[in-house]
């Protein structure tokens, strides 16, 4: 009985021997591409079901539908083609129905009214609308990229990448940022065609703004880079490059949806805010602070009220509009924040 055993037990570790049992050993990944798509989705579908999103979404599908429509609801007249237009989208002068200083209340012909030097307000009105989406969406996507980039090296490398890119933060924070654009606005913007000025404006006001976006960006990336399956990527062999771009910032990137929402109407207001002070968009520009600028002188006297109001409602319903779609992308990617 001793001796059978004895030649089993021998048998087994030989042929353990020749025919090793290897352990497959199963390496925690990234969520699939379908499962990506059902968070998208539902996100989707918590925005719609939230009616401050709803109505944000209204708010600027309307807007979208006024700049898409600009050349027939407000038709450029032949004189003011020959100012020619910037980016080919928007014409660089506002129509004008005469040279007077003085404003013309609201008739038949002119809607809206008359600003001061004979602008047709519904016609900057219609046409500052490609003026806001242009300076909203092109500044927003400049700081964002900047953000990207610096967020993105000093939350993944650390160490010194991290604190070179980080105090360099804190010293274009440590400037009040609506003087320091100011300063870059005066320096910079103070000649050149229309669209040359524009596109100063815009990168200056991107170089304001970069910051928050490589903060949020940052803090994300702390935490992503030392869950599983960033490690086991690590393991594997993977490039740096190619881990951050297929692990780390698809999983960083919810939170800075709401900022972006946010951050495009806040550029609308500081775009507004140049205009009015005289050091934004050139005179006679379509942009809605433009025709603020035009009403200062007469902002006392309340027969002249049509020459504030309609672009001072315009900008903030268009500002709300954005603000109610991102606290609603707030609400969906973040149930802490119900």
Same mark, same amino acid.
């Given at each position: 009985?001793?001796?059978?055993?004895?030649?089993?037990? %021998?048998?087994?570790?030989?042929?353990?021997?020749?025919?090793?049992?290897?352990?497959?050993? %199963?390496?925690?990944?990234?969520?699939?591409? %379908?499962?990506?798509?059902?968070?998208?989705?539902?996100?989707?579908?918590?925005?719609?079901?939230?009616?401050?999103?709803?109505?944000?979404?209204?708010?600027?599908?309307?807007?979208?539908?006024?700049?898409?429509?600009?050349?027939?609801?407000?038709?450029?007249?032949?004189?003011?083609?020959?100012?020619?237009?910037?980016?080919?989208?928007?014409?660089?002068?506002?129509?004008?129905?005469?040279?007077?200083?003085?404003?013309?209340?609201?008739?038949?012909?002119?809607?809206?009214?008359?600003?001061?030097?004979?602008?047709?307000?519904?016609?900057?009105?219609?046409?500052?609308?490609?003026?806001?989406?242009?300076?909203?969406?092109?500044?927003?996507?400049?700081?964002?990229?900047?953000?990207?980039?610096?967020?993105?090296?000093?939350?993944?490398?650390?160490?010194?990448?991290?604190n070179i890119?980080?105090?360099?933060?804190?010293?274009?924070?440590?400037?009040?940022?609506?003087v320091?654009?100011?300063?870059?606005v005066?320096?910079?913007?103070?000649?050149?065609?229309?669209?040359?000025?524009?596109?100063?404006?815009?990168?200056?006001?991107?170089?304001?703004?970069?910051?928050?976006?490589?903060?949020?960006?940052?803090?994300?990336?702390?935490?992503?880079?030392?869950?599983?399956?960033?490690?086991?990527?690590?393991?594997?062999?993977?490039?740096?490059?190619?881990? =951050?771009?297929r692990?780390?910032?698809?999983?960083?990137l919810?939170?800075?949806?709401?900022?972006?929402?946010?951050?495009?109407?806040?550029?609308?207001?500081?775009?507004?805010?140049?205009s009015?002070?005289? =050091?934004?968009?050139?005179?006679?520009?379509?942009?809605?602070?433009?025709?603020?600028?035009?009403?200062?002188?007469?902002?006392?006297?309340?027969?002249?009220?049509?020459?504030?109001?309609?672009?001072?409602?315009?900008?903030?319903?268009?500002?709300?509009?954005?603000?109610?779609?991102?606290?609603?992308?707030?609400?969906?990617?973040?149930?802490? %924040?119900?």
């Amino acid at each position: 009985m001793c001796f059978a055993f004895g030649l089993l037990l %021998s048998a087994f570790c030989e042929t353990r021997r020749f025919f090793p049992v290897t352990t497959t050993v %199963s390496l925690p990944q990234s969520a699939p591409s %379908s499962v990506k798509k059902d968070r998208s989705r539902s996100v989707v579908a918590k925005v719609l079901r939230n009616p401050l999103g709803v109505i944000g979404l209204v708010i600027l599908t309307f807007f979208v539908l006024v700049a898409l429509f600009a050349p027939i609801l407000a038709p450029v007249p032949a004189d003011i083609q020959n100012y020619g237009s910037s980016y080919g989208i928007i014409p660089n002068r506002m129509a004008q129905a005469s040279f007077s200083p003085v404003p013309v209340e609201p008739n038949a012909q002119y809607h809206f009214g008359i600003a001061a030097n004979g602008y047709d307000i519904f016609f900057g009105l219609v046409w500052g609308t490609r003026s806001a989406f242009l300076v909203g969406i092109v500044v927003t996507l400049l700081s964002l990229i900047a953000g990207l980039v610096v967020g993105t090296l000093a939350g993944y490398f650390g160490g010194w990448v991290d604190n070179i890119l980080m105090r360099f933060t804190d010293i274009v924070y440590a400037f009040p940022s609506l003087v320091l654009l100011i300063v870059l606005v005066t320096v910079f913007a103070r000649n050149g065609d229309v669209a040359t000025r524009l596109t100063i404006i815009m990168v200056a006001t991107a170089l304001t703004g970069w910051g928050q976006y490589a903060r949020v960006l940052r803090s994300e990336i702390l935490k992503v880079k030392n869950l599983e399956y960033v490690d086991a990527a690590r393991a594997l062999g993977t490039a740096n490059g190619r881990i =951050i771009l297929r692990h780390v910032l698809p999983n960083s990137l919810t939170s800075l949806l709401v900022l972006v929402s946010l951050d495009i109407g806040t550029t609308v207001v500081t775009f507004a805010a140049l205009s009015f002070l005289g =050091i934004g968009a050139p005179s006679g520009f379509p942009d809605w602070g433009q025709l603020i600028n035009l009403s200062k002188d007469w902002l006392t006297q309340p027969q002249y009220w049509f020459t504030w109001f309609y672009p001072g409602v315009t900008i903030i319903v268009f500002v709300l509009g954005w603000n109610m779609l991102g606290d609603a992308l707030r609400d969906a990617t973040d149930p802490r %924040s119900r």
